[in-house]
């Protein structure tokens, strides 16, 4: 956003796919919320990544804020979609606790409290009971030397025999268990589940209020917890002086609100217009609250007697053409054929070019086949440009580091990688 000075107008100069900071569209924003990180308040970025300490809380964080000392951690539970959620004695949201498969209803799963001793379960090769929740509850029956056998028909009873463990698996108590061919639950988890399960396996994480950030001017829940980047949720707060990592401003300007030119740098101005500390001099000049880009190559000139390529910025750039008897608008004088380092070696006449000689070196060996239009004799490029072979100890090596093969006898060496001879007679003799 570029601010008028003189006005206090402001307009948008560009629409951020992702973020903006500090008058530049970036990728993930730092400080866009609070989260609690070991009982301490954190910032994170718009990404989703943990960042520094922001605050150390006596008596512990929710929502990304320190508790206040009236707050006791934990004193009961909430309701969070089908999830239950520790409370604190404020009110504010805190961990994870259980997901409920039948929903979630006052801090509790179903409609009412879970009632213990509701049901029973083979589990451990003994029957325990289940809370109407289906949480485990206490041993009803040690079956002893004999073993648990969980019937079609809904029976449960201890028999004789023998039980094959990791015969199946099942959702119990919030994680995926083995179950044994006696359809008892075994202690040992095939999978444990963040987020709760059902009898289709692990449930997607709910994302849950984990702090606040700042949407345009208002403070929101973020909402996170999951391995995706957190998200905004529900308004905690209409911001009459607008909204700056995670908190409403005070009355006065805000600082670093735009960005502004002075000259060829690149200064923060806050939102009362004042100029602030330099962001960075651009190189290309400063225009409109940002740096100008320039393209390269979007012509040529004449420089020296030689082409050279010039920027959209209307910057001379690099040498293009090397003209023996001179040049006249951006062309040579007549014609030669001359090798120029532009972008690599390049074959060049009368101001066309004619082909690379890097990618021509490399297309012409066998391994290296490829569809390379603009490639060029190589051995034109040899005696032209300065040739990127060499040989060391009868291998052909390229750019100084790559070794292309063998080139020695390859009859004498039949699990020898030998490349093309020709090239081998040219430098390794």
């Known amino acids: 956003m570029a601010i008028d000075t003189c006005t206090q107008q402001s307009r948008i100069l560009t629409a951020c796919p992702s973020a903006c900071y500090q008058g530049s569209c970036v990728d993930c924003a730092p400080n866009a919320g609070t989260v609690c990180v070991d009982a301490n308040v954190h910032s994170i970025d718009s990404c989703g990544a943990v960042g520094a300490q922001a605050e150390v809380c006596t008596n512990g964080c929710a929502a990304g804020a320190c508790l206040g000392n009236d707050c006791t951690p934990g004193v009961d539970t909430a309701c969070f979609g089908d999830n239950i959620h520790e409370v604190d004695s404020c009110g504010n949201l805190g961990d994870f606790v259980y997901s409920c498969a039948t929903g979630c209803v006052d801090g509790a799963c179903g409609s009412q409290e879970c009632i213990p001793d509701q049901f029973i379960v083979c589990y451990d090769g003994d029957i325990y009971t289940l809370d109407s929740c289906e949480g485990l509850g206490s041993l009803f029956e040690d079956c002893g030397t004999d073993v648990c056998q969980a019937n079609q028909g809904g029976d449960i009873e201890c028999v004789s025999g023998v039980c094959a463990p990791d015969a199946g698996i099942a959702c119990f108590s919030n994680n995926i268990h083995w179950l044994d061919s006696c359809h008892g639950v075994q202690p040992d988890i095939y999978e444990s589940c963040a987020n709760g399960c059902d009898d289709n396996g692990c449930l997607a994480c709910n994302p849950y209020p984990i702090g606040t950030t700042c949407v345009g001017q208002n403070r929101h829940t973020l909402l996170g917890g999951c391995d995706s980047a957190p998200v905004a949720g529900d308004l905690i707060e209409s911001c009459e002086n607008g ?176 490349v093309d001879q020709e090239l081998c007679a040219t430098y390794c003799q």
């Open 243 to 418: 909204c700056q990592q995670a908190e409403c401003l005070p009355p006065g300007c805000i600082p670093a609100a735009g960005t502004v030119c002075r000259g060829d740098d690149l200064h923060y101005v806050d939102s009362c217009g004042a100029v602030g500390a330099l962001v960075q001099t651009c190189s290309a000049g400063c225009n409109e609250g940002a740096c100008v880009t320039c393209s390269p190559t979007e012509s040529v000139m004449c420089f020296e007697g030689h082409v050279y390529s010039v920027d959209s910025c209307g910057k001379r750039d690099s040498l293009v053409i090397t003209c023996e008897n001179g040049c006249e608008n951006g062309s040579c004088i007549g014609g030669s054929l001359s090798c120029v380092c532009f972008s690599g070696c390049q074959i060049s006449e009368n101001n066309t070019y004619l082909g690379s000689c890097d990618s021509c070196f490399l297309a012409s060996l066998p391994e290296y086949l490829n569809s390379e239009e603009d490639c060029y004799d190589p051995y034109l490029c040899n005696s032209l440009c300065e040739t990127p072979f060499t040989c060391e100890h009868q291998a052909l090596i390229y750019g100084g580091h790559m070794t292309l093969g063998y080139c020695g006898d390859c009859d004498s060496c039949p699990d020898c990688s030998c």
